[in-house]
């Protein structure tokens, strides 16, 4: 039982790492460019142009942006775009 625990613990902490990552604009578009495998100076179809401009306006205004604001361990207030460790959530409406 302690080595699933130990697991547990250690996804969660790795979760946690990832939330706290930012990603720009630039970043996104290399990520998807990865993910289907288009490759450096290759000209891009008109479906993966179509492809880039979806996620790029779901990363600009999609879902998650609607989200309340969080507060870090800092105390500072941040968006659900720049940090969404789920243990900053604020319980009481914070400003920027």
Do not use: W
């Amino acid at each position: 039982m302690n080595v699933i625990n130990a697991e547990f613990e250690a996804t969660a902490e790795q979760y946690k790492l990832l939330a706290r990552k930012t990603i720009n604009q630039a970043d996104l578009e290399k990520y998807v460019k990865l993910v289907f495998n288009v490759k450096d100076g290759e000209e891009t179809s008109t479906r993966m142009k179509n492809i880039l401009e979806e996620v790029t306006g779901l990363f600009e205004a999609g879902k998650g942006k609607t989200f309340p604001l969080f507060v870090e361990p800092t105390g500072r207030a941040t968006t659900q775009s720049q940090s969404i460790c789920p243990t900053n959530v604020a319980t009481t409406p914070t400003t920027a």
